[in-house]
Structures are given as C-alpha cells and as structure tokens.
C-alpha cells in the first residue's frame, strides 16, 4: 500500500502561514498527491491535490518537492476555522483496477488566537 | 452543493443484532464509499462501490456487507453487530468510475455504539 507519513500534531498562530509536511516516499510516477481536512464533527473534505507542479486554490497551496517524496500542504493565513486534522492521501490500484483512498492517521492543527 | 446524507448521526445496538446504516447522494455520483474511523486509526475502507449493483471489498471487510440497489443509495449491513464494530462510520461519493478517481463528499458521520 501507497502510505503517507505526517506529524501527528502541529501548532500555529492565528494570521500567519502554516506548512504542513507529508512524505510520500513510495508514491508511483503517475499518482496524485490529495489534501483532506476533517473539522470537529464534521466528514472530511477536498482541499486540494497536484501531481508534480505547485497548484493554489482558494483554499490553500501545495508544494510537491522534484522527486515527488514529499509535499507541503500550505495555508497561508491560519484562521481559527481552519483548525481541524490534514490528511495527506495517496490512491491505491486495486487488483480490479480501481482506485482507492489510502488514509493516513493526518496531523492535528491546532490554531492560537 | 453536493449532499451527502447518513440516516443517523447516533445509533445505539446490541451485540447480535443486525444493523443497517444508509447513505444517500444527490450528485448522480458514480462511486460510493464506506469507511469507519477510529482513534489513533484514520480511516479505513470497508467497501466501495463503482457502479450499481457493484462493490469492491477495501481494506476491512470482514464483518460487513453492502448494498447498492440504486445509483443515489449505498447501505452498509453489520450482519451480527459486535463491540469491536463500534465506531464512526463514514459514507462519500465522488464522480466518474473506477473509484477513488475524483474528489471524494462526505457525509457527516454515524457514531455507532455496540453494546
């Protein structure tokens, strides 16, 4: 199994930047890398995924490193509602050929005020 | 907005009884998702479906069973509930075929306690 490996936890103050790493070391050439985020009570929800160039939405940004090992989910003022646990994903093919999720244990970002 | 819907945000049951947990979408969405999310755990895929009438077993599911009798509806069946199923149950949808392709919704969760 494609398996990510995050910081179980990680702090930021409110308004500023926060880089949250992942490593991907195993990922195959042609998989996406995928951000889910899971506020309190809530489901998950897309944040954003790349391949091999830096992507931006209005949600966040994600830096995906030349070899394609590691990716940093980017957000670049913190807000308090951003405070929820990031999920890095990579897909799995499965022996029918379809794909699935392979979900990480994520990092908990906790925001300051 | 896509919706996913989960017929119970908190059920309750006992050792041995069977127990139904329903989803339901109203994208039109190709491939529906089961997952159960524990402590310490993350999520874990229980069964997948890619099209009706269609599953795919993920990665735990022993102890459980799906159906998928119309595109908008994906049940999840405990056939004999036991205490290690209790858990956060989690349903999503996402478009196209073949899976985990596209953007995955999620519904809100069903806290199952098994008692």
């Known amino acids: 199994d494609a398996k990510t490996t995050q910081p179980n936890s990680m702090e930021s103050n409110e308004e500023e930047p926060v880089h949250l790493p992942c490593n991907h070391s195993?990922?195959?050439?042609?998989?996406?890398i995928h951000w889910y985020r899971q506020l309190p009570s809530q489901g998950p929800e897309y944040v954003i995924h790349?391949?091999?160039s830096n992507v931006n939405n209005r949600m966040a940004s994600l830096a995906i490193a030349e070899d394609r090992k590691s990716s940093t989910l980017i957000l670049h003022r913190a807000t308090l509602r951003d405070a929820a646990v990031y999920y890095c994903?990579?897909?799995?093919?499965?022996?029918?050929?379809?794909?699935?999720?392979?979900f990480g244990t994520g990092t908990r970002l906790k925001v300051l005020a | 907005d896509v919706k996913v819907t989960q017929s119970s945000r908190y059920l309750v049951k006992r050792t041995g009884e069977k127990v139904f947990l329903e989803c339901v979408q109203d994208?039109?969405?190709?491939?529906m998702f089961w997952y159960r999310q524990d402590p310490g755990l993350g999520l874990r895929l229980i069964y997948f479906?890619?099209?009706?009438?269609?599953?795919e077993k993920g990665d735990i599911p022993e102890g459980y069973s799906v159906s998928r009798e119309k595109k908008e509806r994906f049940s999840l069946i405990l056939e004999s509930a036991s205490t290690n199923q209790t858990s956060m149950y989690l349903c999503?949808?996402?478009f196209g075929t073949g899976g985990a392709i596209y953007e995955q919704y999620f519904g809100p969760g069903t806290r199952l306690t098994v008692t």
């Open positions: 195993t990922i195959s050439g042609t998989d996406y």
């Open positions: 479906s890619y099209d009706v009438k269609m599953k």
């Open positions: 994208m039109d969405h190709e491939n």
């Open positions: 790349g391949l091999t």
């Open positions: 999503a949808s996402s």
């Open positions: 994903i990579l897909r799995d093919l499965t022996t029918s050929g379809t794909y699935k999720y392979i």
